[in-house]
């Protein structure tokens, strides 16, 4: 079954960390660009970070940068968020997202995993 599986999230306080991951199974995740998005209620989609097929270069939205990171593992077929210093304003549902990095450009998006930063 080709699948993306986002777990990690959950409640956590302000200042806190979590680390969200994103499994890919039936697929080789090694040959898709890899990037998380998150929406909060009443918003929109909004693009967090993105890693390339190897994983040589990635960015992260200006409301992230320096707390959050996007990594790869490709021997275990996952991509990694490691969310830092988080802010009530990161509360979201996470989603990670795969592009095949060939002309046929394949798309898989994970469900979603709730991420809520609350005291």
């Known amino acids: 079954q080709v699948q993306l599986v986002e777990s990690g999230g959950g409640l956590v306080q302000p200042g806190g960390s979590l680390r969200l991951s994103c499994a890919a199974s039936g697929f080789t995740l090694s040959n898709y660009a890899v990037s998380w998005y998150r929406q909060a209620p009443g918003k929109e989609r909004e693009l967090v970070a993105g890693i390339t097929s190897a994983g040589g270069r990635s960015n992260t939205a200006n409301s992230v940068k320096g707390r959050f990171t996007i990594s790869r593992d490709n021997a275990k077929n996952t991509v990694y968020l490691q969310m830092n210093s988080l802010k009530p304003e990161d509360t979201a549902v996470y989603y990670c997202?795969?592009?095949?990095?060939?002309?046929?450009?394949?798309?898989?998006w994970g469900q979603g995993t709730q991420v809520t930063v609350s005291s």
């Open positions: 997202k795969a592009i095949e990095t060939t002309i046929v450009r394949t798309t898989y």
